[in-house]
């Protein structure tokens, strides 16, 4: 009989993640909404206000990355690993350090 590791239901994991794959979920993220129609990301907005499970797939995934975004980015917060960028029309600058 074959065995796999799986990870228990109430497990709460830590991990530690770079910028730079911080980033890679951002592209994830956009990627996942840029074919998506205004109509469309207003229902998945309206099923995440309802707090209600979403009927398509994509929203589920949509909905994955963003908390998973959102939990790293209150992570980095927290640690004092966030900057103030100025955001002009088409680009981003970080302030010297």
Do not use: C
Request: net charge negative.
């Amino acid at each position: 009989m074959a065995t796999v590791k799986m990870i228990k239901k109430d497990a709460v994991i830590s991990i530690a993640i770079g910028s730079g794959f911080f980033q890679k979920l951002q592209r994830i993220l956009f990627y996942l909404t840029e074919e998506r129609t205004d109509e469309e990301l207003q229902l998945f907005k309206t099923y995440t206000e309802k707090n209600e499970d979403y009927p398509e797939q994509w929203m589920e995934n949509l909905h994955t990355i963003i908390v998973l975004l959102k939990e790293l980015e209150n992570s980095a917060d927290k640690n004092n690993q966030v900057t103030t960028e100025t955001i002009n029309d088409t680009t981003v600058t970080q302030p010297e350090s």
